[in-house]
T-cell receptor, first 111, second 112 residues
Framework: RKEVEQDPGPFNVPEGATVAFNCTYS??????FFWYRQDCRKEPKLLMS???SGNEDGRFTAQLNRASQYISLLIRDSKLSDSATYLC????????????FGRGTSLIVHP | DVKVTQSSRYLVKRTGEKVFLECVQD?????MFWYRQDPGLGLRLIYF???????EKGDIPEGYSVSREKKERFSLILESASTNQTSMYLC???????????FGPGTRLTVT
C-alpha cells in the first residue's frame, strides 16, 4: 500500500464553487505536511504548509487530522486559474527531509 | 528567486546509450534531489544528495547513478538507457534543515 494516497480525480467544478481534497498517510510518525501545486507541463511549486491547528492563506485552507491520518485542502470561490494538480507531501519523523509525494489530485474549474 | 535549471527540456536517446541529465541551482542549497514522474505513479525519488560527493538512494535507484562534484550541480546518469526509463525527470533543491523544495522545469526523456 502506498504511504501517501490521494484521489486522482479529476474534480470538475464551476467557478465560484468550494472544493476539498483529502490526502491520507500511513506512517503515524509523520511530522510535517505540505501541499504543492503543479500546473500542466510545469514543475511542482509549494502552495502551503499544513499546521496542526489548521491554517489559511486567502481562499485556501489546510487542515491536519492526526487521529485519522489525513490532511485536507479546501479551496473557496474557485477560479479558472486554480485548475491544476494538487500534490500532498509528507515528511517522516526524525528530522528526515526526504519527502513522500502523493500521486496528486486533478482539479478542473470551468466557467 | 531560487532558480533550478536543467540542461534539456526534451531529450531523445536510443536504447543502450549513456545519458547525462544535468541540474544546477543558484541558491547555495545543500540538498538536491532527482525524481521521475510518470502518469498515475506520481513523483518518485531516484537519488538525493545532502552535500558535495554525498549521495543516498531513493525509492527507485536501479538503473541510475548520480554525481555531485560541486555544490550547485547534481547530475543523473543512465548508464545504459532502456525504454522503461522514458519519463519526465525533475530535479529539486532545498536548503539544509528546510522542507520546501524548489524544482527545475523538468526534462522529458524518450528512449527509443
Amino acid at each position: 500500500r502506498k504511504e501517501v494516497e490521494q484521489d486522482p480525480g479529476p474534480f470538475n467544478v464551476p467557478e465560484g464553487a468550494t472544493v476539498a481534497f483529502n490526502c491520507t498517510y500511513s506512517n503515524s510518525a509523520s511530522q510535517s505536511f505540505f501541499w504543492y501545486r503543479q500546473d500542466c507541463r510545469k514543475e511542482p511549486k509549494l502552495l502551503m504548509s499544513v499546521y496542526s491547528s489548521g491554517n489559511e492563506d486567502g481562499r485556501f485552507t489546510a487542515q491536519l487530522n492526526r487521529a485519522s491520518q489525513y490532511i485536507s485542502l479546501l479551496i473557496r470561490d474557485s477560479k479558472l486559474s486554480d485548475s491544476a494538480t494538487y500534490l500532498c507531501v509528507v515528511f517522516a519523523s526524525g528530522g528526515s527531509y526526504i519527502p513522500t509525494f502523493g500521486r496528486g489530485t486533478s482539479l478542473i474549474v470551468h466557467p | 528567486d531560487v532558480k533550478v535549471t536543467q540542461s534539456s527540456r526534451y531529450l531523445v536517446k536510443r536504447t543502450g546509450e549513456k545519458v547525462f541529465l544535468e541540474c544546477v541551482q543558484d541558491m547555495d542549497h545543500e540538498n538536491m534531489f532527482w525524481y521521475r514522474q510518470d502518469p498515475g505513479l506520481g513523483l518518485r525519488l531516484i537519488y538525493f544528495s545532502y552535500d558535495v560527493k554525498m549521495k543516498e538512494k531513493g525509492d527507485i535507484p536501479e538503473g541510475y547513478s548520480v554525481s555531485r562534484e560541486k555544490k550547485e550541480r547534481f547530475s543523473l546518469i543512465l548508464e545504459s538507457a532502456s525504454t522503461n526509463q522514458t519519463s519526465m525527470y525533475l530535479c529539486a533543491s532545498a536548503r539544509a534543515g528546510f522542507y520546501e523544495q524548489y524544482f527545475g522545469p523538468g526534462t522529458r526523456l524518450t528512449v527509443t
